[in-house]
């Protein structure tokens, strides 16, 4: 069973709204830091939201302040991250994460490196 499972990705039209999941399975689920990467190809992945589980501090990209929020059940072991007011930009291949990071780190300046867990990946595209 992989660690982390993702899922919600889809086919939108620019303003539409779209709601990623990821359910979390044996020690990813205790990871203090968990989030959303995004890639595109030729491009680096890169960071566009994380939580810190203890606390629910966030950190998010400055291209998605105001439209994205990532949130946790932990009780389903699920993450999610509501996409609203999606832009073509917004298009790229979404993978959540996991990892045993530094609070400074997670809400701070969370590279791929940093992470152990991750999801097989769920495409977003948003048509103009």
């Known amino acids: 069973q992989r660690p982390l499972v993702d899922s919600g990705g889809g086919s939108v039209q620019a303003g539409d709204s779209l709601r990623l999941s990821c359910t979390s399975s044996g020690y990813s689920s205790n990871s203090p830091c968990m989030g959303w990467f995004r890639q595109t190809p030729g491009k680096e992945r890169e960071a566009v939201a994380m939580i810190w589980s203890s606390s629910g501090r966030t950190y998010y990209v400055d291209s998605v302040k105001g439209r994205f929020t990532i949130s946790q059940d932990k009780a389903q072991n699920m993450l999610n991250l509501e996409m609203d007011s999606l832009t073509p930009e917004d298009t790229a291949m979404y993978y959540c994460?996991?990892?045993?990071?530094?609070?400074?780190?997670?809400?701070?300046?969370?590279?791929?490196?940093?992470?152990?867990?991750w999801g097989q990946g769920t495409q977003v595209t948003v048509s103009s």
């Open positions: 994460a996991a990892g045993q990071l530094a609070l400074n780190q997670c809400v701070g300046r969370p590279e791929r490196y940093m992470y152990k867990y």
